[in-house]
């Protein structure tokens, strides 16, 4: 089965950058989406297609995927960006997602 | 998009079974493909099945395989999960999630539900 794999936990100060990372093999010959969660809230989908933005999410939030290595990067983090951040994939006919990002903003 | 509610979660004992359901109040259900995801608590999402759009083709995870069924009624903007022999290890809130191919390998989640809550206790 296929495996991917995130940080538990990354921290950013309010304004600054944060990178919240999923790696796979060859994950960048798939196609990535990234999910956030704030607490008792269900998922929204924030990525897909690696870097395409559905409309109402804010340009904040961007993606890329390459190698083995996809990224989900928030530029100018808010407090309103604390949340549980998920990637996910399609592989063999089965969804996969990453074990999940927790994002503080401090 | 899809407005998705999920219903159905409640205590049920080890080995026992319940159905959950999933309702779209939009207009376009049966062109959706739909699927099933989870959460234990405090845990990870975690992909259940998949249903495509007309019923016809259906996707498990290995552990819920022989299990678990997932059906739809698109007369009713409906869809279904039966869970049979639940363990404790499906305790979790279910999601119902509406899917979008984006190619032949790639495909994401543009609309989920708020969940319902599915306990496995004696």
């Known amino acids: 089965s296929y495996d991917l794999t995130q940080p538990p936990s990354e921290s950013v100060s309010p304004g600054q950058t944060v990178r919240i990372t999923c790696s796979g093999n060859n994950l960048g010959t798939k196609f990535v989406s990234w999910y956030q969660q704030r607490p008792g809230q269900s998922p929204v989908l924030l990525i897909f297609l690696d870097t395409r933005r559905p409309s109402g999410i804010p340009d904040r939030f961007s993606g890329s995927n390459s190698g083995n290595t996809a990224t989900l990067t928030i530029s100018g983090a808010q407090a309103v960006d604390e949340a549980d951040y998920y990637c996910?994939?399609?592989?063999?006919?089965?969804?996969?997602f990453g074990g999940g990002t927790r994002l503080t903003v401090l | 998009e899809a407005q998705l509610v999920a219903s159905g979660g409640r205590l049920v004992p080890p080995g026992g079974s319940l159905r959950l359901s999933c309702g779209d109040s939009g207009f376009n259900f049966s062109t959706l493909s739909m699927n099933w995801v989870r959460q234990a608590p405090g845990k990870g999402l975690e992909w259940v099945s998949y249903?495509?759009?007309?019923?016809?083709?259906?996707y498990y995870r290995d552990s819920v395989k022989g299990r678990f069924t997932v059906s739809r009624d698109n007369s009713k903007n409906l869809l279904f999960l039966q869970m049979d022999s639940l363990r404790g290890e499906d305790t979790a809130v279910y999601y119902c999630?509406?899917?979008?191919?984006?190619?032949?390998?790639?495909?994401?989640?543009?609309?989920w539900g708020q969940g319902t809550l599915v306990t496995v206790s004696s």
């Open positions: 996910q994939t399609w592989d063999s006919r089965t969804v996969v």
């Open positions: 249903i495509s759009n007309i019923g016809t083709t259906q």
């Open positions: 999630a509406s899917g979008t191919y984006c190619g032949s390998d790639c495909y994401y989640f543009d609309s």
